[in-house]
């Protein structure tokens, strides 16, 4: 059961380039988010979804586009990187938050390391 | 939107000591989670509690909604303590979960 699989592991972009962060999840979860990470600012949400074809903005969301087409997928693209987007990105899953009977506990994958020029 | 407040900030103990953690919320939530990002990266739930109080081994988390606030007890600490504990609400509004900034801990053997 490989869980929350998020690739690349390590990026490093110029400014302007544009790139995506998969993530992927073989957990049937609803729920699937990202976060980012940055030195004394906890993790930050950027965009999540609650199902296939849903998705919002979370406190950070400029700069980033997401898309859900299936429950398994829920890409991160980034379509002209600025420094200010150097960071750690995390994607989380879970079940439907406040479902009757769901326990919501949310699953991270491993981070992201983006370096941006 | 809601705020999460996470106190101490830092804290170094002794391997053997007692901790208590503090988490703060602004707003009603549907739920609450306990997190440990060891100092790999790795973030791993500790604890899913909307409310009451739950134990694992040395560790037992109690959440008091009505008074918007939850605390995680970490007894005769052990060096892999050591990490950064943060929580996390989910408001009742809508579906964002939402971090505090964390607690960075120092267990010293």
């Known amino acids: 059961n490989a869980g929350v699989t998020q690739t690349p592991k390590f990026q490093v972009l110029k400014t302007g380039q544009s790139m995506t962060l998969q993530c992927a999840q073989d957990?049937?979860?609803?729920?699937m988010s990202w976060y980012r990470q940055d030195p004394g600012m906890g993790l930050r949400l950027i965009h999540y979804?609650?199902?296939?074809?849903?998705?919002d903005q979370g406190e950070v969301p400029n700069g980033y586009n997401v898309s859900r087409s299936t429950t398994e997928d829920f890409p991160l693209r980034l379509l002209s990187a600025a420094p200010s987007q150097t960071s750690v990105y995390f994607c989380?899953?879970?079940?439907?938050?406040?479902?009757?009977?769901?326990?919501?506990?949310?699953?991270f994958g491993e981070g992201s390391r983006l370096t941006v020029l | 939107g809601i705020q999460v407040e996470q106190s101490p900030p830092d804290l170094i103990l002794q391997e053997g000591a007692n901790s208590t953690l503090r988490c703060n919320f602004s707003?009603?939530?549907?739920?609450l989670q306990w997190f440990h990002q060891n100092p790999w990266g790795q973030l791993i739930n500790l604890f899913y509690?909307?409310?009451g109080t739950k134990q694992n081994g040395r560790l037992s988390a109690t959440t008091v909604a009505t008074e918007r606030y939850s605390l995680l007890y970490i007894s005769s600490s052990q060096t892999t303590d050591s990490g950064v504990y943060f929580c996390?609400?989910?408001?009742?509004?809508?579906?964002?979960?939402?971090f505090g900034k964390g607690t960075r801990l120092h267990i010293l053997p």
């Open positions: 989380a899953s879970s079940y439907f938050p406040g479902l009757a009977g769901s326990t919501g506990e949310l699953f």
């Open positions: 957990m049937n979860h609803e729920y």
């Open positions: 979804s609650v199902g296939a074809g849903i998705t």
């Open positions: 707003d009603s939530v549907n739920n």
């Open positions: 509690i909307p409310s």
């Open positions: 996390a609400v989910d408001r009742e509004r809508d579906d964002k979960i939402i």
